[in-house]
């Protein structure tokens, strides 16, 4: 009769031990907290215009130039980036040609705006600061009634902000700038 109880208490320890075993194994892995990696964060160009000439930084810091016919133009950049990305548009047609040019970070835009025949911007993805120059409408056309061919700066412009489609806001802003719903 004693050696039977000590097999059933042998059985129940066995059953105990491999009880406490399962208890630990699950709090280890709820202890054990999964890093997560930092996301890079993904910078890209974006340009529309019609034949116009682009030129900017690419991802080894070296300056490019591409003729764009038209439409939008994309350059996206696959690493960490740590120098100023600088980007410079011109039309290579006479009459008033607009120029959406902008820098996106993770796809939303950091940096940029409308221009016409000549834009101009500079991005410090380490101080997220931006500097841009945008040209003005420049008539170079002789005839067109008492004009003298001098710079105006456009009383009324494009608003030109970014959709979640990915166009771009096509209301007129008297004054230029951005639309009432894209301040």
Request: aromatic fraction near 10%; glycine fraction near 10%.
């Amino acid at each position: 009769m004693r050696f039977k109880n000590l097999i059933q208490a042998k059985g129940l320890t066995k059953y105990l031990f491999l009880f406490v075993a399962l208890l630990t194994l699950n709090a280890c892995s709820k202890n054990q907290e999964t890093i997560p990696e930092q996301p890079i964060d993904e910078f890209s160009y974006e340009v529309e215009c019609t034949s116009c000439e682009i030129t900017y930084t690419d991802k080894s810091n070296t300056t490019k130039k591409v003729k764009h016919t038209t439409g939008k133009w994309e350059y996206r950049f696959d690493q960490r980036i740590s120098f100023e990305l600088k980007l410079s548009i011109k039309t290579l047609l006479a009459s008033k040609q607009t120029i959406n040019a902008y820098i996106l970070k993770n796809k939303e835009t950091v940096f940029g705006d409308v221009g016409y025949n000549q834009t101009d911007i500079t991005y410090d993805a380490q101080k997220a600061k931006g500097y841009g120059v945008y040209g003005s409408f420049k008539n170079t056309d002789s005839g067109n009634g008492g004009n003298n061919g001098g710079s105006t700066k456009p009383t009324s412009s494009v608003c030109g902000a970014k959709n979640k489609s990915g166009g771009y806001c096509k209301r007129v802003v008297v004054g230029g700038g951005r639309c009432w719903q894209h301040r």
